[in-house]
Nanobody, 121 residues
Framework: QLQASGGGLVQTGGSLRLSCASP????????MGWYRQAPGKQRELVAG???????NYADSVKGRFTISRDNAKNTLYLQMNSLKPEDTAVYYC?????????????????WGQGTQVTVSS
């Protein structure tokens, strides 16, 4: 289970940084991403980051959000600037990779518990 944090209430134009820590001994990362789900809407991909470092963003957040990772801390980040009321949602992190288990390894596809981001107008 990933530990997501950093959500909160912010005014339009404000900033927040979300964090998502992966437990255990990470041997490799395939893909990471931040998703969000607003009330009455489907979960959507906000930003993605491959193990090789390539990024992709939803059109609605391009130029405002930045996804990044700290390998030493096994932590994924989402820096959100110039926030708008339409960014209000529960944000989830997702990491897919390989984790050391005892003397072996196992693939994983983990989700965070969700963190609420509310942008007031």
């Amino acid at each position: 289970q990933l530990q997501a944090s950093g959500g909160g209430l912010v005014q339009t134009g404000g900033s927040l940084r979300l964090s998502c820590a992966s437990p255990g001994r990470i041997l490799g990362i395939n893909n990471m991403g931040w998703y969000r789900q607003a009330p009455g809407k489907q979960r959507e991909l906000v930003a993605g980051l491959t193990g090789g470092g390539s990024t992709n963003y939803a059109d609605s957040v391009k130029g405002r959000f930045t996804i990044s990772r700290d390998n030493a801390k096994n932590t994924l980040y989402l820096q959100m600037n110039s926030l708008k009321p339409e960014d209000t949602a529960v944000y989830y992190c997702n990491v897919r990779g390989v984790r050391g288990v005892g003397s072996g390894y196992a693939t994983f596809d983990d989700w965070g518990q969700g963190t609420q981001v509310t942008v007031s107008s």
